[in-house]
């Protein structure tokens, strides 16, 4: 019996201590385990605050674009402000032409205006005047350039190919005639509408240059003849 009952002590024993074993190996695998799960606590707790410099880094980025796109659009405006006043100075920009000084001449001139006419042999010299207005005339005759434009001093001489109570014909005369390069406008006055070519600052000039365009082509376009028409001091 005293054997027997040794026996189950020693059994008892090892079991208890099998036990003992399993709780402390658990245990240990359990902190190992806690360990485990904080470091990935404290891995993700790191990726959120990583996460978080990003997207404050992001919005202060997205800001800053915000800031320059605004700025951008008021340098925008202001350039759209701005342009309309370089329309007076089209002339200017452009290669100082004569073929397009007269291209961008009106085609009709108020009867309303005081004209002077002015001449140069240098074009260029005419480019602050034409900077200043955009009612103006231009021909060029004998290698010199005639400006006429509002101004209180002088006079402007011109030549009137055609008169009509019909200022639509008129106009489609000046059209054909500018195509061929004739300096040619109209002036509506109260009942009739004038034909003219070229400006000059004297009668003699404007009688002179009726003498070299008496051509054909002219003469074609407006069906009248040189002997018909009529230097004159305009407007």
Known sequence: MEEK???????????????VGLLIATIGWLAGV??????VEKQVNNEKVAISSLTTAVA???????????KASRLSSNIKVNLPTLSSTYV???????????????????????????SSTDIKSFNSILEGTRIYEITEFN????????????MTYSIQLVSSPYPDRVMNLVKNLRSIGQPAFEINYANQSGLFVGVFPTYSQAKEYVS????????????????????????
Do not use: C
């Open 5 to 19: 009952s040794e026996i189950y002590y020693k059994i008892r024993l090892v079991i208890l201590v099998v036990i």
């Open 212 to 235: 070299s365009i008496g051509s054909t082509s002219i003469v074609s376009i407006v069906g009248t003849k040189p002997q018909n028409w009529l230097p004159r001091k305009i407007p």
């Open 34 to 39: 806690n360990g485990r799960m904080n470091s």
């Open 143 to 154: 290698g010199t350039y005639n400006l006429a434009y509002p101004a209180n001093f002088g």
């Open 92 to 118: 200017s920009i452009q290669s100082m032409k004569y073929t397009t000084i007269l291209r961008n001449a009106p085609l009709t001139i108020p009867s309303s205006a005081t004209l002077a006419t002015i």
């Open 60 to 70: 202060s980025l997205t800001a800053k674009v915000d800031d320059l796109t605004l």
